[in-house]
């Protein structure tokens, strides 16, 4: 297969991730609700531990670096964080 035609299928796949990625930040004002409901602080390490454990064990599960999956939701976990605390007006995003 020509470089070309892999670039293009590995594009698709980016915007697919992106939009992943938008859908999963937009759960941010559910998640926050529901953890002002339970009382719960808004960055719930227990549940951020929960979160990185799984995706590990799960891409290791699949043959990848568990620990490079687990950075990339890291970034995911801090920008949902990040989403929380601006929805609740303590954050600096615009």
Do not use: Y
């Amino acid at each position: 297969m020509p470089l070309k035609e892999v670039r293009a299928k590995i594009e698709k796949i980016d915007a697919q991730m992106l939009n992943l990625i938008e859908q999963r930040t937009a759960l941010a004002k559910d998640v926050l609700e529901a953890k002002k409901a339970e009382g719960k602080p808004i960055n719930d390490v227990d549940q951020n531990i929960v979160v990185l454990n799984r995706v590990a064990n799960s891409a290791t599960e699949r043959g990848l670096d568990g620990e490079s999956v687990k950075r990339i939701f890291e970034i995911l976990i801090q920008m949902n964080i990040e989403r929380q605390h601006e929805l609740s007006g303590e954050g600096n995003l615009p």
